[in-house]
């Protein structure tokens, strides 16, 4: 195969399905690696974090291949990939990771000392994470597939449900690795800050532990209605009037005002 696309970044507002190069078993230094994967991408997200990139809020540089949440299938292994097979299906997690050094031994994954030369941690697609293609793409290549893939074991069910799956390579994980960080278990009382994708699959996570009470806090009416519909507690923090001379300013209706004379 020598053909590919990719979600460009092209600069502020700006982004363009461009042809890119077919991954090569190499990382972004150009050196050869036998513990890769390349996958063709069966279905990948977009992440809020894409967006700061893609707004200009960031100094990611043009002509960056964006994308960290991605399904595929194995096409090519390196040889000395030893638990996957071409065709599996698997899912990958946003951040790259060797596996091997004393951040990853010790659970830290998203410091890895390895894989960017910058600064510890690396990730697909993204500004200062160690040049990694991004896989919002046709096909897109997977380092230390050992360590860092997880294969979805029945191909068939795992297709008939693969949007949901897709959300296990960020959005779910990231959520669940909250709440179980935090502590939720059962019987618990549990306040999430913030109705978005991430928020709740915290709360949803928070379900799953145990948690009693599950409250959604956000300013946005129209996620707050999500969560609320999901069986949520909401608290409409746009609606906070507690606003008295002793206050700096507070949030009222979506928008920060001075105080009034109590």
């Known amino acids: 195969m020598s053909g590919n696309r990719g979600v460009v970044y092209l600069g502020a507002g700006k982004v363009e399905v461009q042809k890119i190069d077919y991954p090569k078993m190499q990382d972004p230094r150009g050196r050869k690696i036998e513990h890769a994967v390349i996958l063709r991408v069966v279905s990948t997200n977009i992440c809020g974090s894409d967006q ?8 990611a540089q043009t002509g960056l291949v964006l994308g960290h949440e991605i399904t595929g299938e194995v096409i090519e ?3 000395d990939v030893e638990n996957l097979q071409i065709g599996d299906l698997v899912s990958v997690p946003f951040n790259v990771a060797c596996g091997r050094c004393r951040s990853c031994k010790e659970m830290h994954t998203g410091v890895c000392l390895s894989v960017n030369p910058a600064r510890p941690g690396g990730a697909y697609g993204y500004v200062d994470m160690g040049d990694w293609t991004g896989g919002q793409a046709e096909y897109a290549l997977v380092p230390y597939a050992d360590f860092n893939l997880l294969k979805l074991p029945d191909r068939d069910r795992a297709m008939e ?9 960020d959005i779910l994980p990231t959520g669940y690795h909250g709440a179980v960080t935090a ?7 549990v ?4 109705a978005g994708p991430v928020g709740l699959a915290a709360a949803a996570s928070a379900r799953l532990l145990g948690a009693a009470v599950v409250i959604v806090g956000d300013v946005n009416t129209v996620r707050l209605a999500h969560a609320k519909a999901q069986g949520f507690e ?7 009037t507690r606003c008295t001379s002793k206050s700096p300013r507070c949030w009222v209706n979506q928008k920060w005002i001075a105080p009034s004379t109590p």
């Open 52 to 59: 700061h990139m893609v707004r200009g809020r960031t100094t």
């Open 77 to 79: 292994k390196g040889r």
């Open 161 to 169: 449900k693969i949007r949901d799956l897709t959300c296990l390579s």
């Open 183 to 189: 502590g939720v278990g059962p019987g618990s009382t």
């Open 191 to 194: 306040y999430i800050a913030g």
């Open 234 to 240: 909401i608290a409409d923090l746009s609606l906070d």
